[in-house]
């Protein structure tokens, strides 16, 4: 019997790291897309990848939604021409990821070329086996 539960619980805890890893591989892919549509400035995909209750948080201080953050990317009020991404870290939890990395991005704001250098905090919510940003919070790297 003893060995019965031992195998069941392996099996639980095989499944839920699994589970875990299945996820982290996912949210990572995700990311990935988001870097690409910021950059493309894809209206499309930024629908899909975005909550519709996005709290958008800029490193200088600005807040976007979701519809203004893609107003600006699509209208190239805010255009990221570069995007580069460190140090990336996942954490699951529950629905929930949390992703830390750091970003490396050139950018032409409204015809303007500038660089920025940021420590960004991630929060991606699973909802309907889709992983969707539900707020973004970025500092300046000094």
């Known amino acids: 019997m003893k060995y019965l539960v031992s195998i069941l619980l392996l099996l639980v805890v095989s499944q839920i ?8 591989i996912a949210v990572v892919q995700v990311v990935e897309t988001l ?28 807040l976007d939604t979701k519809s203004s953050l893609v107003e600006g990317l699509v209208s190239g009020a805010s255009d ?5 991404l460190k140090d990336q870290t996942v954490q699951i939890v ?10 490396y991005a050139t950018t032409n704001d409204s015809g303007k070329p500038g660089e ?18 539900i707020a973004r919070q970025a500092i300046k790297i000094v």
């Open 35 to 62: 870097r690409t549509a910021l950059i493309d400035g894809d209206k499309t995909k930024l629908d899909l990848l975005l909550s519709d209750k996005l709290s958008y948080g800029h490193s200088g201080g600005k």
């Open 80 to 84: 990221f021409v570069t995007i580069e």
């Open 116 to 133: 920025v250098k940021l420590s960004v905090l991630l929060v991606w919510q699973k909802s309907h086996h889709a992983w969707k940003l």
């Open 94 to 103: 529950g629905k929930n990821a949390i992703v830390r990395h750091k970003l």
């Open 17 to 24: 790291s699994f589970a875990q890893s299945k996820d982290s």
